[in-house]
């Protein structure tokens, strides 16, 4: 953490998140009784060789009180609490690959959304002023080691009113695979009302190699590494997504003839 531009830093959490996978930090739009205020999503399948989760991983919450009179990074008191498996949230345990968040505007509450691959586990929302996540996307693909999430805000109000979009990205491992081994994207879904009533979207392809095939965004298998995932800032039913590589080098989808690295 760092108040001063990036010149000193301070560090937290090393300790309770002490060999996890930090896959997303996210600061929040507002202060808590004035501390600055973010959220952590970590990942840990397993790590005590048990099948399963083992409950090391999951989502942090920060608060940070920064001492303003300091010239350098220095905080007067740090809060690190974990909500993901602690009583009183509604947040399953579990390991969480990313944050997004609708920072809503005067008329409309922020609502943070968490991804966790996690059989049964999916997509939960926490919605402004309130202390329990909810549910809104539970039933993606039991092949899941990946999620990653883009949110759009909500704005206007009354019939002016559009909710904020969510998208979701799916990668596991894909069954059947043309690519001989690793993980893919293999579902995404799209919500227009804050979450809720997801519908699955058609997975993009490209006509590549010689004879053509019908190849999807990771011809290397290299999915929970390489997949990135992005909203227009201008459009939310505009969005990007990023795959690990070109799959061939001549006769591809958008006439690439030589690599350089």
Do not use: C
């Not at 005590?48 to 919450?61: A, C, I, L, S």
């Not at 009302?193 to 011809?219: C, E, F, I, K, Y």
């Amino acid at each position: 953490f760092s108040s001063d531009g990036g010149k000193t830093w301070q560090s937290f959490g090393q300790t309770e998140m002490a060999g996890l996978r930090v896959a997303k930090v996210l600061a929040m739009t507002e202060l808590s009784s004035g501390k600055h205020v973010f959220f952590v999503a970590t990942y840990d399948v397993d790590k005590d060789g048990t099948p399963g989760p083992d409950d090391k991983g999951g989502v942090f919450r920060f608060e940070v009180d920064i001492d303003t009179s300091s010239a350098t990074t220095a905080i007067d008191s740090a809060n690190l609490s974990k909500v993901s498996g602690a009583a009183g949230f509604s947040l399953p345990a579990g390991s969480y690959t990313d944050l997004a968040l609708d920072p809503g505007d005067a008329d409309n509450p922020w609502r943070l959304y968490a991804a966790s691959p996690e059989s049964g586990v999916g997509v939960y929302r926490l919605d402004e002023g309130a202390t329990n996540w909810a549910a809104v996307k539970t039933d993606l693909s039991g092949q899941a080691t990946n999620v990653k999430l883009a949110a759009s805000q909500t704005t206007g109000t009354g019939a002016a009113k559009v909710d904020g979009r969510l998208y979701i990205a799916v990668v596991g491992r894909p069954n059947p695979d043309p690519d001989g081994g690793g993980t893919a994207l293999i579902e995404l879904f799209k919500s227009t009302s804050l979450g809720t009533g997801a519908v699955s979207m058609t997975l993009p392809t490209s006509q590549d190699g010689s004879p053509t095939q019908t190849r999807g965004l990771h011809p290397g298998g290299q999915g929970d590494k390489n997949t990135s995932l992005a909203i227009d800032p201008t459009n939310p039913d505009i969005i990007y997504l990023g795959g690990d590589r070109q799959p061939d080098l001549t006769n591809n989808a958008v006439d690439l003839d030589d690599w350089a690295g």
